[in-house]
């Protein structure tokens, strides 16, 4: 684990990419990822590297449950994938069980793949899953994009582009175009969600794009909108190929 030596004390955005260059590390682990955009005024749930079974159980003792589990790897991006997401976890032993259960699975589904642990986080409260990134576009360099979690932007496209930086207008027009926007204003047994928060947050993702041109890809997905807030529970941080010369 020595590529993460020292890191926790690190906390601006500058040394974040200072040290993943200084690694040779293209892609933010999630734990990064997250004090990034944390750094940036982004909201994301508290998010803490633990090593061991024990170190895990302590954690989510201190964070209080429910807590979820996911694996922690610089090599995995897709934790999912590999079995390494273990949710809504009510005590020390069902902590055990899902870290003994996710490295396992890890280790068979990607043996190569380094494994600095878990990450412990509170469960976020249930709410309207949405995503929001940023990436360059080749023309227009940083651009931004606002959809719905899950089945609406994979399969339905259901999603809008506005190109960096945003005003307040521009965030508020974003997510009130996308066709799935209804379901953001309350229906049926769903309540209506915290449009502010979320325009706050792709508010916030502009200025941290325009002000840090070493970030090539930025993924919030999916940040869980209540009716009071909302805050990103899973976050990916690419950075910028280092220039030559
Ligand atoms: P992946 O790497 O597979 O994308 P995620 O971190 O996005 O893993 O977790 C998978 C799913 O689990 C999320 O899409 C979300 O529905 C749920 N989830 C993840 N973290 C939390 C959390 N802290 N609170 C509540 N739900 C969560
Ligand atoms: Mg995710």
């Given at each position: 684990?020595?590529?993460?030596?020292?890191?926790?004390?690190?906390t601006?955005?500058?040394?974040?990419?200072?040290?993943?260059?200084?690694?040779?590390?293209?892609?933010?682990?999630?734990e990064?990822?997250?004090r990034?955009?944390?750094?940036?005024?982004?909201?994301?749930?508290?998010?803490?590297?633990?090593?061991?079974?024990?170190?895990?159980?302590?954690?989510?003792?201190?964070?209080?449950?429910?807590?979820?589990?996911?694996?922690?790897?610089p090599?995995?991006?897709?934790?999912s994938?590999?079995?390494?997401v273990?949710?809504?976890?009510?005590?020390?032993?069902?902590?055990?069980?899902?870290?003994?259960?996710?490295?396992?699975?890890?280790?068979?589904?990607?043996p190569r793949a380094?494994?600095?642990?878990?990450?412990?986080?509170?469960?976020?409260?249930?709410?309207?899953?949405?995503?929001?990134?940023?990436?360059?576009?080749?023309?227009?360099g940083?651009?931004?994009?606002?959809?719905?979690?899950?089945?609406?932007?994979?399969?339905?496209?259901?999603?809008?582009?506005?190109i960096v930086?945003?005003?307040r207008?521009?965030?508020?027009?974003?997510?009130?175009?996308?066709?799935?926007?209804?379901?953001?204003?309350?229906?049926?047994?769903?309540?209506?969600?915290?449009?502010?928060?979320?325009?706050?947050?792709?508010?916030?993702?502009?200025?941290?794009?325009?002000?840090?041109?070493?970030?090539?890809?930025i993924?919030?997905?999916?940040?869980?909108?209540?009716q009071?807030?909302?805050?990103?529970?899973?976050?990916?941080?690419?950075?910028?190929?280092?220039?030559?010369?």
């Amino acid at each position: 684990m020595d590529f993460l030596k020292g890191w926790a004390h690190m906390t601006t955005v500058s040394e974040l990419v200072g040290a993943a260059r200084a690694a040779e590390r293209a892609v933010l682990t999630e734990e990064e990822s997250k004090r990034l955009l944390r750094e940036a005024g982004i909201p994301v749930t508290e998010t803490r590297l633990a090593a061991s079974r024990r170190a895990a159980q302590a954690t989510a003792k201190e964070l209080g449950f429910p807590v979820v589990l996911k694996l922690a790897s610089p090599d995995i991006t897709h934790k999912s994938d590999v079995g390494g997401v273990r949710l809504s976890l009510k005590s020390a032993s069902e902590v055990g069980k899902a870290y003994d259960e996710i490295l396992a699975s890890a280790r068979e589904k990607a043996p190569r793949a380094r494994i600095q642990g878990v990450t412990v986080q509170p469960m976020a409260p249930p709410g309207v899953e949405v995503i929001a990134g940023m990436s360059k576009d080749p023309q227009f360099g940083p651009v931004l994009m606002f959809g719905l979690g899950g089945v609406a932007v994979e399969v339905l496209k259901d999603v809008a582009f506005r190109i960096v930086p945003l005003t307040r207008r521009d965030a508020a027009q974003m997510i009130r175009e996308i066709k799935s926007y209804p379901l953001l204003t309350g229906f049926r047994s769903i309540p209506p969600v915290d449009l502010k928060a979320l325009e706050e947050i792709l508010l916030r993702l502009s200025e941290l794009a325009d002000a840090t041109p070493e970030l090539a890809e930025i993924d919030l997905n999916p940040i869980v909108a209540t009716q009071s807030g909302a805050v990103a529970v899973d976050a990916r941080v690419v950075l910028e190929p280092v220039k030559e010369g």
